[in-house]
């Protein structure tokens, strides 16, 4: 396995997604298309929707989109309701708020609720909240912060969205894949996800989990909705074809790497994340790095933000990163931005790319410095 983890690559591609997709799974892109209404497709489009399934350990219906994440957060919004249906969305960082920007666009009361930046969400604080928003429907949640580096609990909050009977929908996008998240165990009613993460496949194509109550909240929503109307895909999937034309070359290319994911076994996919997420979240620390999270134990396994030292302007350091050393790395949104800086580690991280990120890093600081 360890081969298919680790091609020699002429960049070092640390992005919090889309993340450095091997070879054999990158030239599978290069296959002749296909009949998307024809016999082959449909065994493509099967296996790949078993699998996902199988990675989100769920019975639910699971559908796959062309889009990026954005589309299916969306979509989680759009099918399940309604103009003026209240909601909560509970936020952590800038994609934990873009559920309530969509939301807002589709004429729904959005209830936030917002931790600070660095901080996960607090389940007393969340839960004080719900109570005082008795008409919301719906709590909304990302759980792995990709803004700030936190992953939140899913358990206890997953334990609140059902005491409280409200439809739970948790953003996976950058968490699915690289670190466990039992749809059907923790009952999330609608998980979505997108391929350029853990995945380890080419971005625009996105996933989305829907258990029977979300399936109930879909016949009562009212809101518009066409491209990503769930109840198209359902049909169409019965018949082994997505409603439109589908990103073929993409399929392809996910299909092989859910099959690689899958013969390495999801525990030691998850192990794998563990690891490169302990060894650079210290060595980062060890060479003088502050970690962004407000505590470790917040830290995420797919990506490790750090606060950009206060001697040292960011773009340069981001520049010289990449001009000098091929090494790309992002900085943070919004508020963030030059502020801290941001290392995926989703997908496949070998050693050698450890050690060539540390000493770049070292090396950049070091010509910063003598400036
Ligand atoms: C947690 C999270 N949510 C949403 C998104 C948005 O996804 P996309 O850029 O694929 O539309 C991202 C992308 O980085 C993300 O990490």
Redesign the pocket.
Known sequence: MQKYLSDSNEINLRL??PVPVPKEILEEQSKPLINHRGNDYKLLLNECTKNLKNIYATNNDLFIFT?????V?EASVSNFLSENDEIIVASVGW?GD?FSEIANSYNIKVNNINFELGEIININILEEFIKSNPNAKALYI??????TGVQNDLKSISFLAKKYSLLYVV?????VASVPCNTDELEIDVLIS?S??GWVAP?GL?FMSISKKAWEFHCNSSSPKYYFDISQYKKYLEKGQPPFTPAIGIMYALNKSLKLLLDETMTKVYERHTDAANKIRSKLQEIGFELFPKNESFASNTLTAVKVPENINCSKFLNILENEHQVIISTGQGNLSGKILRIGHLGIVSDEEINWLINSILETLKSLNNE
């Open positions: 919090p997604g889009c990026s994440g954005t589309g957060m994609f873009r990302t759980h792995n912060e990709t803004s953003d996976g996008i950058s968490s997108a350029q993460k971005p996105a």
